[in-house]
């Protein structure tokens, strides 16, 4: 049994194949945790009890009998505030009386088979109740009439869990929810370094490592979003740990907009991880019989190094987040007009495109923003869903009917969540944006906000939608966003409400994705924000691939996909060829490979010499498809540590096939590399196959690939095709 509770001892013990997560029923029902990390049988556990150096400054409980306890120095699991932990508190509710004191004790738990939906809010989920088990722990503050149920689901083949947290009101008065992390881990020791992913627009999720320093520390976003800047990602790692060794705790918050993750380190060495909701601007008003519902967690822990949790997320997000038709259907190879044309274009010229694209073996055409109202720039129209026939010249059925007759699929943008102040809609409806009385609002791109909150605007603009998805054959979207929230404040709701809008205005987004899914079940989702500025699990649960960069540049696009790839999949990760000159075409497509692929260029352009390059190009897409999009991924050779290559490989999961990638990015010093593979069977034979030679999995792994004599040049990339001789 992956979730066992030892009643003799009041232990619960959650078990993966690799990982234990254990905590203890200690006196007066205080919520002890234990342990958390390699697997670790049933013995003797309750003296993993840590507790610190107790001092008079410590807080008792007089009806303790263990001395030695105090909420200040032992590990909680889900720690109030205000009444002896003095770390940063896992929960802040502010009851009626004005006081912000609570202290959850264990009331009664349960386990079960399978994993519930969180409402409103994206999860993992099974379609097999035997994939998961689940422990719901209901705690309760006596004084409050405060519940939170805990839930844990374990995922144990696949070495992974989920954390999410609910809070009720049971009393007979209003509450205010200050704060509610999703997840609250206490380790004995703060001997760890902190790996997180920052970034900023044309650089997102860039891997940046550094020791845990006493005191608190921590990344989050107040942006509205989970942002460019700063990914709910974040890996905590034994100090020497590297790709293949130590130990890795991953953390990825299933959420799409103000989350925080914190570290507390104690006066004991030992140290506080909280993921959630960010705290800051957060408020919620919970009236008598209401619940309300945090995000889920998901926690991957590996003794086998950061690659391993990498590929363990991977295999996770694969069947457990991603959804519906095309978690398992071959993603279509399209072609987006966006960085040819940006809104400079008519039906004559994307049908030009698609003419092309469909001889050179591409699958779909993309029309990028522009096809609305006046939209002939980026200061107009968005709230305007309705096709400029002029500029398309003809219907949006005819014109898609036109692109399937040329042998394509056809795709389109949209940006619902924001409205532009020159558009009919803001000049119908001015008090539809966020905005806060009084003040003039911050513009960005010349757009506002959408206030999602409201269930009018929502249904305004997902009738617009709806509408234009049913009168054509679309098959994919592309879902963007293109500004941060401002002024956050909605003319619907209460002033005693206000602080509830950034959260409800990202569960109105995720109401409307959930429409989308259901009403068009085929339809591929692409999501976007300025590139990949909200790539979080959140969004990946109703669409399977995100823009992963503006930057196409396909240097700069390693650090990004290194970075992308510690916690999110391939499969995820939208990556296109461009007209960019830094490179030649070959690297190109050897890095957008490392992803969903597509073009996005016009392909008019191409010479005689570059469309044969091209056909062979999407000929490669196919052949190495399964591997690239169902294999584990070993990063060989990272970018950010090494100033002249990037590598890396997918191998497929019976280990019958590799696929290797080179880049380097400046003229390397020496000319003799010995690359080392991964993830290889020792036993096996491999036939590379350009060259035909031959070679053992642990000749490969151990000795390495003689690269003498490859093109050591700026820009330059080599992929070589291992195959299992039988
Ligand atoms: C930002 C996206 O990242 C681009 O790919 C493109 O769709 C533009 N928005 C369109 O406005």
């Not at 380790?187 to 997180?196: A, G, Q, R, S």
């Not at 008019?604 to 044969?612: D, K, L, M, P, V």
Request: proline share 4%; hydrophobic share 35%.
């Amino acid at each position: 049994m992956p979730i066992r509770f030892d009643e003799k001892e009041k232990i619960f013990h959650l078990d993966t194949a690799t990982s234990s997560y254990v905590m203890e029923i200690f006196e007066q029902n205080y919520l002890l945790h234990l342990y958390y990390g390699k697997k670790i049988p049933d013995h003797n556990l309750k003296r993993l009890k840590y507790k610190g150096w107790f001092a008079s400054f410590s807080p008792m409980n007089r009806l303790v009998e263990d001395g030695g306890f105090s909420p200040d120095i032992c590990m909680m699991e889900y720690p109030g505030q205000n009444t002896g932990d003095f770390r940063r508190t896992a929960v802040a509710v502010r009851n009626a009386d004005g006081n912000n004191a609570t202290d959850f004790r264990y009331a009664s738990h349960k386990i079960y088979a399978g994993k519930p939906a969180l409402a409103g809010l994206p999860a993992l989920y099974v379609e097999d109740d035997a994939d998961a088990t689940t422990l719901e722990i209901t705690m309760r503050d006596e004084v409050t009439g405060m519940r939170v149920v805990l839930c844990y689901t374990v995922f144990e083949h696949l070495g992974a869990m989920t954390r999410s947290v609910r809070i009720c009101n049971d009393s007979d008065r209003p509450a205010r929810i200050e704060s509610v992390y999703s997840t609250c881990v206490d380790f004995p020791t703060h001997d760890y370094d902190l790996i997180t992913l920052y970034g900023r627009w044309l650089k997102e999720r860039t891997a940046e490592r550094r020791p845990i320093a006493r005191g608190r520390q921590g990344v989050g976003s107040l942006r509205g979003s989970s942002s460019h800047h700063q990914n709910p990602f974040a890996a905590v790692v034994s100090s020497g740990a590297d790709e293949d060794c130590g130990e890795a705790y991953g953390f990825n918050l299933v959420y799409s907009s103000n989350f925080s993750f914190d570290i507390d380190s104690d006066q004991n060495g030992g140290m506080r991880v909280l993921m959630g909701i960010n705290p800051d601007g957060f408020d919620w008003l919970l009236a008598p019989g209401e619940a309300f519902q945090a995000p889920e967690t998901v926690m991957v822990y590996s003794d086998q190094g950061i690659g391993e949790m990498s590929r363990i997320f991977h295999r996770l997000y694969r069947k457990h987040l991603i959804r519906g038709k095309w978690r398992d259907a071959k993603r279509p190879l399209l072609i987006n007009n966006w960085e040819a044309t940006a809104m400079d274009f008519t039906g004559e010229k994307l049908l030009s495109f698609a003419r092309v694209a469909k001889e050179l073996g591409m699958e779909m055409l993309v029309m990028d923003d522009g096809w609305f109202g006046n939209r002939f720039d980026d200061h107009r129209a968005l709230g305007d869903w309705h096709v400029n026939e002029e500029k398309l010249g003809s219907t949006l059925h005819e014109f898609v009917e036109k692109v399937n007759e040329i042998g394509l699929r056809f795709g389109i943008w949209f940006e619902p969540e924001m409205i532009s102040r020159d558009s009919d809609l803001y000049r119908a409806h001015p008090d539809w944006c966020l905005h806060v009385p009084g003040r003039e609002k911050s513009i960005a791109r010349y757009q506002y906000v959408l206030d999602y909150s409201r269930q009018d605007v929502r249904d305004y603009i997902y009738g617009l939608m709806h509408h234009v998805l049913s009168t054509a054959n679309v098959a994919y979207l592309k879902w963007d966003f293109n500004r941060n929230l401002t002024e956050a404040g909605s003319a619907a709701l209460p002033p005693e409400r206000q602080g509830e809008i950034f959260h409800r205005c990202v569960l109105g987004t995720y109401e409307i994705m959930g429409r989308l899914n259901r009403d068009f079940p085929d339809l591929l989702i692409e999501n976007c924000s300025g590139g990949g500025g909200r790539f979080d699990p959140g969004m990946l649960y109703y669409s399977p691939q995100i823009w992963t960069s503006d930057n196409t540049d396909p240097i700069e696009r390693l650090t990004i996909q290194f970075g992308t790839s510690l916690c999110y999949p391939a499969s995820t990760m939208g990556a296109h060829v461009s007209a960019n000159k830094r490179t030649g075409y070959d690297t190109k497509a050897n890095v957008a490979l490392w992803g969903s692929f597509g073009y996005e260029l016009d392909p008019n352009t191409f010479s005689a010499e570059e469309r044969e390059i091209v056909k062979a190009q999407i000929a490669e897409y196919h052949k190495y498809y399964d591997v690239i999009h169902y294999g584990d991924l070993y990063r060989l050779i990272d970018p950010a540590q090494n100033a002249f290559r990037a590598a890396w490989m997918f191998v497929s999961e019976d280990k019958s096939e590799a696929l290797v990638t080179s880049v380097v990015m400046r003229r390397p010093p020496e000319y003799a590399l010995y690359l080392r593979l991964k993830g290889l069977d020792p036993e096996k034979l491999y036939r590379e196959e350009a060259s035909g030679e031959v070679y053992s999995g642990a000749s490969l792994m151990y000795a390495g690939l003689n690269l003498f004599g490859t093109d050591l040049d700026d820009g330059t990339s080599f992929k070589l095709y291992f195959k299992e001789v039988k």
